[in-house]
Structures are given as C-alpha cells and as structure tokens.
Nanobody, 126 residues
Framework: VQLQASGGGFVQVGDSRRLSCAAT????????LGWFRHTPGKERGFVAG????????EYTESVEGRFTISRDNDKKMVYLQMNSLNSEDTAVYYC????????????????????WGQGTQVTVSS
C-alpha cells in the first residue's frame, strides 16, 4: 500500500486542522493505520492509531481528547482531526500502515509499520 498525507500548514494556537492520508493498493482494508509525528532532535512519536476494523483507537496522552483518528475504507482514506492545537503539536506528521489480522490491537511502535506517507508539516504559532 502507498500513502500520501496532506492537510498540513500554518495554524494558530487553539485552531483546528484535519490531516488526510490517501492510500492506493488493494490491501488497505487489511491494514491497521497510525499517525506519527517528528520534531527535530526527537524520535518519531506515536500520535494515534486505529485498528483494521476501525472499532478501536488509541492516542498518545498529550493529544487524548483533542485529536481523533478515523478511516474510510471505501475511499481508502485515514484522517486525523486535530483540535485545540498548541505549539507542542508543531511537527511533521506521517501516516503509516501495517497489514494485520483482524484482532490485532493498535501498535504505538513506529517499527511495526512498514508503509509510510511522505509527511506533512503542521506549524502552530501563538
């Protein structure tokens, strides 16, 4: 599966932004999906993940209650709705995918994801 993220840009503290990730390939519906982010000097960090079925999601603590991950298998899309953005959310955001069996829970380890989009920059300014 190939992924292409979009939707980044410059926003102000408190604003909302939705990131999108378009997938190509026939295996999308068999993939669990995740969003990660990277800032200079830090490792790529888990933001949110959604299982193959879409029934289970997980978030890193700092975005819990502010961000929402969702997927649309018909459109082969995964989204990250980001609300109440703050300066610590500034990063390059990546979507990622991994093929799993149906019952596998979300993984927050970037090494578990073999497929990656190119990244989209989100800059939050005050």
């Amino acid at each position: 599966v190939q992924l292409q993220a979009s939707g980044g840009g410059f926003v102000q503290v408190g604003d909302s932004r939705r990131l999108s990730c378009a997938a190509t390939g026939r295996t999308f519906s068999r993939c669990a999906l995740g969003w990660f982010r990277h800032t200079p000097g830090k490792e790529r960090g888990f933001v949110a993940g959604i299982t193959r079925s879409g029934r289970s999601t997980e978030y890193t603590e700092s975005v819990e209650g502010r961000f929402t991950i969702s997927r649309d298998n018909d459109k082969k899309m995964v989204y990250l709705q980001m609300n109440s953005l703050n300066s610590e959310d500034t990063a390059v955001y990546y979507c990622a995918a991994r093929e799993t069996i149906l019952t596998v829970p979300v993984s927050n380890d970037y090494q578990d994801y073999p497929y990656w989009g190119q990244g989209t920059q989100v800059t939050v300014s005050s």
